[in-house]
């Protein structure tokens, strides 16, 4: 069970103040100020599901992950993105509530499997997917810039 000030909720529109809360996380993704572009964030809330721990008690968001849903040959399948919660509310069950609510989402929309992506080194997310009954699959990620800039 949350306390009674935190609701997760999915986020379907942006405000100043949504916008603000989700800087300062990703803030705290990249280790360093991060801002991101409105008009990109507003298409990534309309074509994915960004699901958000709200604290009421400071009315901000405390904590986010991206589900995106994905119907391929093999099914409908999902990724989970970009995991985050604030510094100060980490070790409470927090993140795994998130995930616990990202997960059952993904299957009310038809998803039959997520998969995602996790640096060996973030040690507490790596623990967290394994104990949520997530396995590892030995594959080769291969991805290409496309950018121009060297
Ligand atoms: C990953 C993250 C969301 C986890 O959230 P959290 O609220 O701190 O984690 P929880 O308190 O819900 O803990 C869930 C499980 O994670 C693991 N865990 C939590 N803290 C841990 C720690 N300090 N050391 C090792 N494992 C830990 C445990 O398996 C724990 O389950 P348990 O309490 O039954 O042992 C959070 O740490 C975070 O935002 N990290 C930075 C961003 C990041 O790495 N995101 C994932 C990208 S792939």
Redesign the pocket.
Known sequence: MLKNNLVIKRVTRLSDKVLEDINLLLS??YKKSYSIDPEYLTLVIKNNYLIALYDYDHGSIV?I?TLIKIPKLSGVKGSIE??????K???????????VYAIDFAKSLGINTLF????SE??????????LGFNIKKTNFYYLNLNNSK
């Open positions: 705290q993704w904590g992950v970009h995991l985050i919660l604030d510094e509310y980490r070790g409470q069950g927090l993140g795994e509530k998130l995930m995602l992506t996790c640096e973030r040690e507490v997310a790596n623990a967290l997917y394994q104990k």
